[in-house]
């Protein structure tokens, strides 16, 4: 299967603290990878150099073939990759329609076609019933799946998902893990999860990358890296599995 | 914007639109000059209030420098008609590229070099200043003894030229200001609008979901540059005469300030309501002051600071929010505020 | 244009810049521990550039010897403006901070109208046309006492902020608000203090300036704004920085005035503050992007 999203070689330091060193990592296309590791192993550096907010100082990061290393942001999400963020961005002053319409406008012009893809996005997260509510005044669990339907507005081929697991009761996460699989299974697409909440990577994920300082320290099925010594020895402590 | 230009909006709010509207077109029928000049102004800075208002309230971009795009609409179309005899409607255009230019520049100095809040207010406050000890010192346009339009025949109307009776300054104002209402209600409902009200909210999330906050922030500063020069080529064919010193200063962009702050930022209806509360207000209390016997100059910015200082401390989304919400006027869909 | 012209007028704005420096110091420890843009810095001066006036013309009290209890007035001023005022406002947006201080320097400056009228005031002391001569260089008298006055307050500031507990407990806070409170600072207190130690920094500075300058109301937000060019361009939150960006505003005005018109000299400010945003926005002295 080839690999929508390539990581090759990227490294980045920030002040002397090698924040990320010579990572490599495929997502194959309609699959869903999950990004593990300690906190401060530079995960979420990891999606920054990919969605562009940081560039890396060494390698090269490709979406379909195409190099997006050193593109904005903004660029990179046309050319078809959405992400969330670990501390929840809603645009606080929107309703939760209108802060997924920004996302739907990525795709067209019309705001009215907008407001319709919007209207889908929002049943599927279950947020259809605070429609018309002001984001500032959500709760936690409904500002992460706002966050969501905001990033699958974009229409991505690939979606960069930052913990968005953490907070949420297990039903919660369950109804989470189904609506993933559902639009892995009959869209296709393509996901790439950072997550603490194993029950959740280990539902979804058919490949996981463990990340330990920065570096690559284990890669492949869930159940193989789970076993991985390596891997439970940088765990330890930690009452997950 | 193929959108119904109504949509959204709650028929009690088309019913006091257009109320509203009628009252203000027959204002000039029963109303005293002196009043009929009273009402030029309330518009006038509901206008300009409102050009303003699309930078901050809508893009979240504060500019303590409006009064350069006035300045520079002023004088353009000034010089132009003083020195060639070139009708204000032609050299409104000229006004417009020159203060879209001036927009353009600051706009690409700033967010290129990502230079924003304080540090963006304290550039624009830096530019208008430079615009002012600059024309101070340039002789074509009268440098700071001051540029002078012939004053004409106020019975004699005369369109082309902005020449006329307050009467046709009140309607040019009104046209102008009921324009630039339409006008950003439509922006606020088109892939602009929504932009905007992102990148304000969240410009980080914005650039996640796709949005070129460069092309969207240099957008909105040239439109809204555009927008206030128009209020300037006004301004200079009402009053007469154009001076740096008093075009230029600090102390006008201030004053265009207030009426949104006052009504409440990034709210359509604000600038109206803020100008209209500010000037009668602020007239009522010269009036007061002078039949006591006081005329003495600054009560009336006094009198401004004070407003300014009780709003932003107890009102800080302005006068229009709650007033909407009692009138039952608040439909989120037609008229967006930022409550923080 | 001879050498010695140069450097006289280079000399003069280089004393002049320690003044511009005093003020800014004030701004600068301002916005580096409470982080609040004061708008009404200048109209700060100006009340303490009044109050200086108002006790010359009465009791004939030389406006050096009076910095200290007009400081004192304006450091009450800062306190009750800090801790009544602007206090609750640290943690709204950053646009209706300085909203709140452009609203009071619009009273402050029109007050000041309403109470002298607009015509400008000012002092003569007795060595007003004084000099002192080093070789090719005459210094003006004024300006001396002017500088040296300056220079004496920002040394006071310093040792204060370097020595005494009080100033190493507001150093605490600008560097870690959190671990302020943790260790039981009285952070509201603190603010409230360096508050008004800023506005007595500007209090003495208008002291000073008064010597030089004839006051009228306009004065207070052209000098607000030089007193950002400078701190900016030395570096916000750098209290050498505030001196240094002074004298080098002072010189560089006192140049252009030579060199060019007299009245296009804050254009340079201007463009220093222009290149300074553009390419080194945390100023000379500044630490990079917080």
């Known amino acids: 299967m080839a690999a929508l999203l390539e990581v090759v070689g990227v490294s980045k330091r920030f002040s002397g603290l090698k924040a990320v060193e010579q990572v490599s990592f495929n997502v194959p296309e309609g699959e869903i990878v999950g990004l593990i590791g300690p906190n401060g192993a530079g995960k979420t550096t990891c999606f920054n150099l990919i969605a562009g907010v940081q560039r890396p100082d060494q390698g090269v990061i490709k979406l379909g073939g195409a190099r997006i290393d050193g593109w904005r942001p903004d660029q990179i999400c046309r050319a078809g990759l959405a992400r969330t963020f670990q501390l929840v961005k809603p645009f606080a002053g929107l309703t939760v329609m209108e802060n997924v319409i920004v996302g739907a406008l990525n795709r067209t012009n019309s705001v009215r076609a907008a407001q319709q893809i919007s209207g889908r996005v929002i049943q599927q997260l279950g947020l259809e019933g605070k429609r018309d509510q002001r984001a500032a005044s959500l709760t936690l669990p409904d500002r992460k799946r706002l966050e969501v339907a905001r990033a699958l507005a974009t229409a991505p081929r690939i979606l960069l998902l930052d913990e968005v697991m953490a907070g949420l009761r297990p039903t919660e996460t369950d109804h989470m893990v189904a609506l993933f699989q559902d639009l892995n299974q009959r869209l296709g697409l393509t996901i790439l999860m950072i997550e603490h909440v194993m029950r959740a990577v280990m539902a979804l994920s058919r490949q996981i990358v463990v990340l330990h300082h920065g570096q690559v320290i284990a890669a492949g099925a869930p159940e193989a890296v789970t076993r991985d010594p390596a891997v439970l020895e940088c765990y330890l402590g930690e009452d997950a599995l | ?340 | 244009m001879p050498a010695s012209i140069l450097v006289n007028v280079a000399v003069s704005g280089l004393l002049t810049g320690f003044i511009y420096g005093l003020m800014a110091l004030g701004l600068s420890v301002i916005f580096g521990v409470v982080r609040v843009v004061n708008f009404a810095h200048g109209e700060m001066m100006t009340i303490a550039m009044y109050l200086a006036v108002v006790l010359f013309s009465a009791y004939h009290l030389d406006p050096l010897l009076m910095m200290l209890p007009i400081a004192a007035v304006l450091f009450a001023l800062g306190y009750v403006m800090q801790r009544g005022l602007i206090n609750p406002f640290i943690a709204r947006p950053e646009h209706s901070q300085f909203m709140l201080l452009v609203a009071v320097a619009l009273i402050i400056v029109n007050s000041l109208l309403l109470i002298f009228g607009p015509d400008a005031r000012s002092v003569q002391t007795s060595y007003a046309y004084d000099s002192f001569q080093v070789g090719p260089i005459i210094i003006d008298a004024t300006k001396l006492y002017a500088a040296a006055a300056a220079a004496a307050v920002a040394a006071g500031l310093f040792a204060f902020f370097r020595y005494s507990l009080t100033g190493k407990a507001i150093r605490a806070c600008a560097d870690n608000y959190q671990g302020a409170l943790v260790v039981g600072l009285d952070v509201t207190r603190l603010y409230a203090l360096t508050f008004g130690l800023g506005a007595a920094c500007v209090g003495a500075a208008g002291c000073i300036m008064v010597l030089l300058l004839d006051v009228t109301p306009a004065l207070g937000p052209s000098y607000t704004l030089l007193a950002f060019v400078v701190v900016i361009t030395g570096g916000l939150g750098s209290m050498p920085g505030a001196l240094l960006g002074g004298m080098l505003i002072g010189v560089t005005e006192a140049l252009a005035g030579l060199l060019f018109t007299p009245s296009a000299k804050s254009m340079f400010a201007f463009g220093m503050l222009v290149l300074v945003l553009l390419f080194r926005p945390q100023g000379i002295l500044g630490k990079s992007a917080s």
């Open chain 2, 1 to 340: 914007m193929r959108e119904r230009l109504l949509e959204g909006v709650p028929r009690q709010g088309v019913i006091l639109l257009s109320a509203l509207l009628a009252v203000l077109l027959l204002v000039p029928a029963v109303a005293s000059d002196y009043l009929l000049t009273v009402g030029i102004l309330i518009l006038y800075f509901a206008y300009v209030g409102q050009a303003w208002n699309l930078m901050m309230g809508y893009a979240g971009q504060l500019s303590l420098g409006h009064a350069l795009y006035v300045g520079l609409g002023a004088y353009a179309a000034a010089a132009l008609y003083v020195h060639f005899g070139v009708t204000p409607w032609i050299g409104l255009w000229a006004g417009m590229a020159i203060a879209a230019a001036a927009g353009g520049g600051i706009g690409y100095l700033a967010f290129r070099f990502g230079v924003a809040g304080v540090y963006f207010a304290i550039l624009t406050i830096a530019f208008a200043e430079f615009a002012r000890l600059g024309f101070d010192h340039w002789p074509w346009v009268g440098g700071s003894a001051g540029l002078f339009l012939p004053v004409a025949n106020f019975a004699n109307n005369d369109l082309v030229n902005l020449r006329g009776s307050p009467t046709m300054f009140y309607y040019v104002m009104l046209t102008m200001t009921a324009a630039a209402f339409v006008l950003c209600h439509a922006l606020l409902r088109s892939r602009a609008g929504y932009y905007w009200l992102a990148i304000r909210e969240s410009p980080e999330a914005a650039q996640a979901l796709g949005v070129d906050l460069f092309r969207y922030r240099m957008y909105v500063v040239v439109l809204s540059a555009a927008m206030t020069s128009l209020g300037g080529v006004v301004f200079a064919f009402y009053y007469n005469n154009l001076f740096p010193e008093q075009v230029f200063h600090i102390s006008r962009s201030i004053e265009l300030i207030l009426a949104p702050i006052i009504g409440g930022i990034g709210t359509l209806f604000g600038p109206l309501i803020g100008a209209f509360l500010l000037t009668t207000l602020a007239e009522a209390l010269g009036e007061a002051v002078r039949a006591v016997g006081i005329d003495v100059p600054g009560v009336k910015q006094v009198f401004y600071g004070v407003c300014l200082l009780l709003v932003v401390m107890f009102l800080p989304d302005g006068v229009w929010p709650p007033l909407a919400k009692a009138l039952k006027l608040d439909r989120r869909s037609a008229d967006r505020s930022s409550e923080r």
